[in-house]
């Protein structure tokens, strides 16, 4: 069965630094999501990306944030600078065009900010 | 705006004992709602979905979930819980092409 895969699967970083987090959606889908969750707290959405382009995002996706799908398969997440707040585990998700709803997530990346 | 709430954060049963998480949402109009599991380590899975029609929906591992509009709940159960159902559950609503979840509720399963 198709899966989506995240690497890696734990990133500890310092604070100021960048970080690029990758996904590997299911092949014939054509929405790709970022998600996360702080410890103890809820899966928030981040960012939807359709045909090259963010087509919405959350008030956290600010300015220190960035998507690329650099080729065919991988989508990635970059944080410019990350901040203490940023530790939070990331998941990727995908969907085809008609059923967008039907989102299937990878197993996350921990991101530890220090 | 539309929310999600899963008034049990953890949720302790036996093994072979009935099970119901509880999930409530506020949304305006017919709502997408989802149920989705994870395992320790393991990414968010989806165990069932409901769109329209029906309002009992069946998913996978014997999880089923009934969508009661006149009380803005979308229930999860299980008839006889294995130790193996023990994750977290997540309850979620789709809007505008994202989801919003819940805060989550842990299962624990007692042999």
């Known amino acids: 069965e198709p899966e989506v895969t995240q690497t890696p699967s734990h990133q500890v970083t310092q604070m100021g630094q960048e970080v690029i987090l990758r996904c590997v959606p299911i092949?014939?889908?054509?929405?790709f999501y970022w998600y996360r969750q702080i410890l103890g707290q809820k899966v928030e959405f981040l960012v939807s990306?359709?045909?090259?382009?963010?087509?919405?995002k959350s008030e956290i996706f600010d300015d220190q944030f960035s998507v690329e799908r650099p080729d065919g398969s991988n989508f990635t997440l970059k944080i410019r600078s990350t901040k203490l707040e940023d530790s939070a585990m990331y998941f990727c998700?995908?969907?085809?065009?008609?059923?967008?709803?039907?989102?299937?997530f990878g197993p996350g990346t921990r991101l530890t900010v220090t | 705006a539309q929310s999600v709430t899963q008034p049990d954060i953890h949720i302790t049963v036996s093994e072979g004992a009935s099970l119901e998480l509880r999930c409530n949402y506020s949304?305006?109009?017919?709502?997408?709602l989802f149920w989705y599991v994870q395992s320790p380590g393991q990414g968010l899975q989806l165990l069932l979905k409901?769109?329209?029609?029906?309002?009992l929906v069946q998913g996978i591992k014997g999880f089923e979930a009934e969508f009661k509009r006149s009380q803005s709940s979308f229930n999860l159960r299980k008839p006889s819980v294995h130790w193996s159902d023990a994750a977290e559950y997540f309850c979620?609503?789709?809007?505008?092409?994202?989801?919003?979840f819940g805060q989550g509720t842990e299962l624990s399963v007692k042999p």
């Open positions: 998700a995908s969907s085809d065009r008609v059923k967008r709803y039907e989102q299937y």
């Open positions: 092949s014939n889908h054509l929405y």
């Open positions: 990306f359709y045909n090259n382009e963010i087509s919405e």
């Open positions: 949304y305006g109009a017919t709502p997408y």
């Open positions: 409901y769109f329209s029609g029906d309002t």
């Open positions: 979620a609503v789709g809007q505008g092409g994202k989801l919003i």
